[in-house]
């Protein structure tokens, strides 16, 4: 899927018309496909940037396309349908605590399932080996049946993404997928994300603090005050663009910075 983000500007729903927007009016492009990293520091705007590509947040000014078309412009029903074209997996995903994994990530498939299909799913979930497979991916196959609430954090969130392999979704958006994650973890999770979307054409944009791993994505956008301060291949993003970006706020730059990044994911099998 492509997006296209034509001056737009965003604000938190809970903001009062006169607040600056979290999300000041960018201008940026993603192609089909295309996979890219957006780092910053706390409260630069890339949960704002995600949550507007998904349709969530109305824009405040300016427009979004999506594969050309305005989701503000369609009817509710269409865009409703659009929205199932996306997915959003939220930095704490909310999974109900009673529900058990099993169901949580066959939840995944609701935008394309029928109202009976998923009623029946409830009672007794269908294609098991499918949720196990995806599961599978993110070293979690042995919770298929625990209870979402029995699960650890960083389990939770590892459900979280193990539900965009069963999406019918052509763009993902991931908000700091490798927060509760210890490194071992975060690798299998980036790698898997990274290979399956590539596998399956999908366009990949996902928000990260770990600066050594953005830089191993071949696009790579720097955010501040709610503003693109920078778009730029991986290898151009350089130590001294990160110490600008995350200037009085080193605290927050998670990994190494490099002297001058790798080359790209494609050029160097990052799956």
């Known amino acids: ?12 729903p809970a903001a009062t018309p006169d607040s600056a927007p979290a999300l000041r009016p960018a201008r940026i492009a993603f192609a089909a496909g295309e996979q890219v990293a957006v780092v910053g520091p ?32 369609l009817p509710v029903a269409k865009l409703q349908r659009l929205r199932g074209s ?22 995944a498939r609701l935008p394309r399932q029928s109202l009976l299909a998923s009623l029946r799913s409830l009672v007794y979930p269908s294609d098991i080996e499918v949720a196990l497979a995806a599961l599978r991916q993110f070293d979690l196959a042995d919770k298929l049946w625990e209870r979402v609430d029995r699960l650890s954090g960083g389990e939770r969130q590892r459900v979280g993404l193990a539900r965009a392999l069963l999406s ?3 763009l993902w958006l991931v908000d700091e997928p490798l927060s509760s994650l210890d490194p071992s973890r975060a690798a299998l999770a980036i790698e898997t994300l990274t290979r399956e979307a590539r596998a399956r054409g999908v366009t990949l944009i996902t928000t990260l603090h770990q600066v050594d791993v953005a830089t191993r994505f071949p696009r790579v956008v720097g955010m501040r005050d709610g503003e693109i301060r920078f778009d730029l291949p991986a ?5 001294e663009r990160l110490a600008e970006l995350y200037a009085q706020r080193e605290h927050e730059l998670v990994g190494p910075a490099p002297v001058v990044a790798p080359a790209p994911a494609a050029a160097r099998g990052f799956a």
């Open 86 to 107: 996306v997915f959003l997996a939220p930095q704490a995903p909310p999974l109900p605590p009673r529900q058990r994994v099993i169901t949580a990530v066959l939840a």
């Open 1 to 12: 899927m492509q997006a296209n983000l034509q001056g737009l500007a965003a604000r938190h």
């Open 42 to 73: 706390s409260g630069a705007g890339k949960t704002t940037l995600l949550h507007a590509l998904a349709c969530a947040l109305k824009p405040s000014a300016g427009r979004l396309e999506l594969d050309g078309v305005d989701p503000w412009s």
């Open 235 to 239: 290898s151009q993003v350089t130590r």
């Open 168 to 170: 019918p979704a052509s």
